[in-house]
């Protein structure tokens, strides 16, 4: 199995006929996925290269049975495109988009997410989520990633979540799901989120956590792994040289009064009893070894 998308997935890309998203919308149709919609309301009726443009997401749903919506939209619209998805009818929604106002984040994560119980957010400012060989919805590299199971993987960080699904394909180990679930401070989808999901799926046997400076979410996720999980974790976390008051690429990833910092994270991960890597590479290498032992 896989978490959250498959093969049956149907997918509407919002912002499909803008540069960005017409190059991620063809890329992931030609990988396989279930591409079957877009939308923009100047140019409803139209099509990008077969892929039927509609007015809203819920026209793309009653027409063409979407369930994930796939996000390429400005910043400052992210808000009311998510919402337009959520009463559109998809279950997911997946943001792309960087540079979200918090308020926005904040809102999206809470309000609108209350309102509606029946969709997940993944992201902002996030790669997407890949079930190799079944489903890539994002910017991930579909090449990268070996299918087959049994790990999954999930990262704050996207060109770390590259790099982990490289170095377990050149390990030859599969992956069931890879979930980026982005750098910012508010996202829709957590670590813990992703591990009871990996957890409950019966074809993954273990997970690669990819963790960062900043936050209390590795805290959070090493407290689920210790009373919840009963499938090994490994994990790496990035940001060990990083000095305080100094944020370091991502907006959530931001050392303060001695909060956040990596040593911190690693020493909870240890402590729940996750082998955790000096780098990404290391980390590849004790998933191999977890591996052998499934």
Known sequence: MSIWVDGDSRVVYQGLTGRQGRFYGLR???????????????????DVEGIPV?????DAVEATGADVSCLFIPAPFVKAAVVEAAEGGVSLVVVITEGVPAKDEAWLCN????????????????????????????????HIALAGGPVGIVSRSGTLTYQALYELKLNGIGVTTCVGIGGDPVPGT???????????????????????????AEEEAAEFISARMTKPVVAYVAGITAPPGKKMG???????????TAKAKI???????????????????????VVKDL
Request: hydrophobic share 40%.
């Open 54 to 58: 509609f007015a809203t997401v819920a």
């Open 111 to 142: 309000k609108m997410l209350r309102d509606h119980p029946e969709v997940r957010v993944i992201g902002p400012n996030c790669p997407g989520i890949i079930s190799p060989g079944r489903a890539n919805i994002g910017i991930t590299a579909g």
């Open 250 to 260: 991502h907006a959530g990833a931001i050392v303060s009064g001695g909060k956040g």
């Open 28 to 46: 992931n149709r030609d990988y396989g996925t279930k591409v079957v919609a877009g939308t923009n309301p100047f140019k409803a009726g139209s």
């Open 190 to 216: 957590s670590f813990t989120d992703c591990l009871a999901a990996f957890e409950d799926d019966p074809e993954t046997g273990a997970v690669m956590m990819i963790g960062e400076i900043g936050g209390s």
């Open 267 to 289: 020493e909870a991960l240890q402590t729940a009893g996750v082998r955790v890597g000096a780098n990404p590479t290391e980390a590849g290498a004790l998933m191999v070894e």
